[in-house]
């Protein structure tokens, strides 16, 4: 039986319940992370807690957890569950009160609930790369923080669906930002440019992976803000994520990006991640 996690304690999924008056399910009031994992290893799993705590104190929100804390919480979920491969998703809302916009009165006990389940790495996609649409990106101006507010992610992604491309990549005014669900590169001249991190995208942890191996590998990096006919024009393009790692973009709005095949410096990156998978998991 699947155990999931809520408050302290590990539960079966069939008893897993959520309250009417729960905050993050009538306003959508909590955060959320979502940490791989490998071979039955967390991967840089203390990058996303301090993540996760971060958005938490963003939004005020005392958790009560340190990252070591909540690191175990999730290895237990995993050995629980007896997952080897696959990925761990862990909410906090502010918890059960009356419904009103205004935080509880006096506090209430915020509701951490997390579950993992189990797949395989996106092979396919990485190795043959993905299509992708632009759309304007709606979201609010917070994109920093890793909230449950996520319907502008939901809309654009659909839009993605509907027009038979894997992600959406989005863009205010002429300026790209991120995708409905990962982070945006361009790479021009061997050289990678992504949005600088701020207020309009969510600093990604596998967005910091390819940092650190374009250190690595003296490659380029310029966090600069860039332009949907630049991104169009480039030699190469990825999207980032937990879940889809370093995955070439061959295709925008059904144009062809550079030679339409997997380019030589994604290449590089991929090869660099595997390696880090083995080096940050634990």
């Not at 993050?24 to 799993?45: H, M, P, Q």
């Not at 509701?111 to 043959?128: G, Q, T």
């Not at 942890?205 to 250190?215: G, L, P, Q």
């Not at 973009?249 to 144009?255: A, H, L, Q, R, S």
Request: charged share 25%.
């Amino acid at each position: 039986m699947t155990k999931v996690f809520i408050n302290g304690e590990f539960i079966d999924q069939s008893e897993a319940k959520v309250s009417y008056e729960d905050r993050g399910y009538v306003f959508g009031d909590g955060i959320y992370e979502y940490i791989r994992a490998y071979d039955g290893k967390l991967f840089t799993v203390t990058e996303h807690f301090e993540r996760f705590l971060r958005s938490a104190a963003e939004i005020q929100l005392d958790l009560g957890y340190t990252v070591e804390e909540l690191i175990d919480v999730v290895r237990e979920l995993l050995k629980v569950n007896q997952i080897k491969n696959g990925g761990i998703y862990i909410q906090a809302t502010r918890g059960v009160a009356p419904r009103n916009h205004s935080f509880p009165t006096p506090d209430v006990k915020p509701v951490i609930m997390a579950f993992a389940k189990s797949y395989d790495r996106p092979f396919e996609d990485l190795e043959n790369g993905i299509n992708a649409a632009t759309v304007e990106d709606i979201r609010w101006l917070r994109c920093d923080i890793k909230s449950l507010n996520l319907l502008g992610n939901v809309l654009a992604k659909e839009y993605a669906v509907k027009y038979n491309t894997s992600e959406a990549i989005q863009h205010r005014g002429d300026i790209v930002t991120e995708g409905a669900s990962s982070n945006v590169y361009a790479i021009k001249d061997g050289a990678i440019y992504t949005h600088p991190v701020n207020n309009y995208i969510l600093n990604g942890i596998t967005r910091k992976v390819i940092k650190w191996i374009s250190e690595d590998e003296d490659i380029p990096f310029k966090e600069e803000t860039f332009t949907v006919e630049f991104l169009k024009n480039a030699d190469e393009v990825i999207v980032s994520s937990t879940s889809a790692e370093v995955t070439p973009v061959v295709k925008i709005d059904g144009e062809q990006v550079g030679e339409g095949t997997v380019g030589p410096v994604t290449r590089k990156l991929q090869e660099g991640f595997n390696k880090y998978i083995e080096t940050r998991s634990n």
